[in-house]
């Protein structure tokens, strides 16, 4: 049995240190982290204007750095080969003649990203990254890279006069997380609808946030697991998603072409009973998907915040997550038969609610399972996976943990 275990701050920050020393030769003078995330509820949703769930990981991307001199960030990962070097003023759009190749990417485009907005420019950096958030596993190893050097550059610029620190406040953070998501978007690349920024860098310990993806306004909820006896498991499947990329485009495309039709900006913005006999019926199933799981996640908030983790209030809650993962598998058809498999399996086997999480065709599944039957779950997800002939399941043990730093 595989459990990734998160590395207590101590160790992340030791294993950090020692990297960088090894790599640059010299003491690094601070270390940043920042979280991974899980989305409870609320899939597919932020870019359709909807709301999210999402609560940090105990798992974190760390970053020892030393602020340089010049305009040159020197780069090295535990998680890659060889010791990269960039020039901020180099820094260009990745569907530009020069884009930044490969991982370096998602830290030198924070940079770019906080002179678009109209900050000084930045400083160069040299900087180690480790990390025990498993890379393209859907729980977001991407926004912790990008938080923990967004923190980083945040601190070398409140040594100077003239800067409030953004980790300050929840407004600084906010922007934190616009620079974290144009670096993705515009330097990396990648398309990313913002949940995963907001998670990192303005979660709460022991709570989730409940996010409307419209003004990145948020709501902190209370989401003692531990005390009511209870779980939020993680399954990451490990399954070979090659088809994510495009299908999350054509997602997306199908979500805007349904909007259009309906004379709405974002489907988050259409009645419940709408009517949606001029869409076609792929275009019916994706709204439809969008539009119940904005609902189902505004009920999952709604209950969490009216009572404790118990009884019938508890059973709902499971069951909300169960449904969401039914209309992601049928209307979104978004799943895999390895993310149906960590469901059905984990439903037989004592779980209260189970759902796929993250964007989807692999990636990880999370079942709510109260602590006395986690072993038999992780057992029988296990066998099951081995008897499908499936790659070994990796679990992760989700508590809700603190934002970046
Ligand atoms: P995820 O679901 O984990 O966010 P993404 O595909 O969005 O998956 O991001 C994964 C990419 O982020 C990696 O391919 C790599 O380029 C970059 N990355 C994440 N963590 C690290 C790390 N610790 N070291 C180097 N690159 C990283
Ligand atoms: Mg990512």
Not at 117 to 134: E, R, T
Request: glycine content about 8%; aromatic content about 6%.
């Amino acid at each position: 049995m595989i459990v990734n275990e998160a590395w207590s701050i101590d160790e992340g920050e030791a294993r950090v240190s020692a990297l960088f020393e090894k790599t640059f030769g010299a003491v690094p003078q601070a270390v940043h982290s920042a979280p991974g995330r899980v989305n409870v509820i609320g899939e597919h949703t932020d870019y359709n204007g909807g709301y999210a769930l999402p609560m940090a990981l105990p798992h974190r991307t760390y970053a020892a750095v030393t602020k340089r001199d010049d305009r040159v960030v020197r780069l090295v990962s535990a998680q890659e080969a060889g010791v990269r070097e960039v020039n901020l003023d180099d820094v260009d759009r990745y569907d530009s003649d020069n884009p930044v190749e490969g991982w370096p990417a998602y830290v030198v485009g924070v940079a770019w990203a906080l002179e678009q907005q109209g900050k000084p420019k930045m400083p160069g950096m040299d900087v180690a990254i480790d990390s025990c958030v498993p890379f393209g596993a859907g729980l977001s190893s991407s926004a912790a890279l990008e938080c923990a050097v967004a923190a980083a550059w945040d601190s070398f610029m409140a040594q100077e006069d003239d800067w409030t620190p953004l980790l300050a406040s929840d407004e600084g953070r906010s922007e934190l997380v616009q620079a974290c998501i144009a670096a993705e978007n515009h330097i990396a690349g990648a398309p990313t609808g913002g949940m995963d920024q907001a998670a990192s860098l303005r979660c709460k310990e022991g709570h989730v946030i409940l996010l409307d993806s419209k003004d990145f306004s948020l709501r902190h909820i209370p989401f003692d697991l531990a005390s009511a006896g209870l779980e939020m498991l993680v399954v990451d499947t490990r399954a070979p998603h090659k088809l994510a990329d495009g299908q999350y485009a054509k997602r997306r495309a199908t979500c805007e072409a349904s909007a259009k039709k309906l004379g709405v900006e974002y489907l988050a913005d259409l009645d419940y009973n709408v009517d949606m006999s001029e869409l076609t019926e792929v275009e019916r199933m994706r709204t439809r998907h969008v539009i119940t799981e904005i609902a189902r996640t505004l009920d999952f908030a709604e209950l969490l915040e009216s009572g404790e983790l118990t009884g019938e209030r508890l059973e709902k809650l499971g069951n909300l997550m169960t449904e969401s993962h039914e209309s992601l598998r049928v209307d979104y058809e978004v799943t895999c038969p390895e993310l149906d498999a960590v469901v059905t399996t984990a439903l037989e086997h004592g779980a209260i609610g189970a759902r796929m999480t993250g964007g989807g065709f692999g990636g990880s599944a999370i079942a709510l399972v109260p602590v006395e039957k986690v072993d038999d779950v992780m057992t029988a997800v296990e066998a099951r996976f081995a008897q499908e002939g499936f790659n070994e399941p990796h679990f992760l043990h989700a508590v809700p943990s603190a934002p970046a730093n």
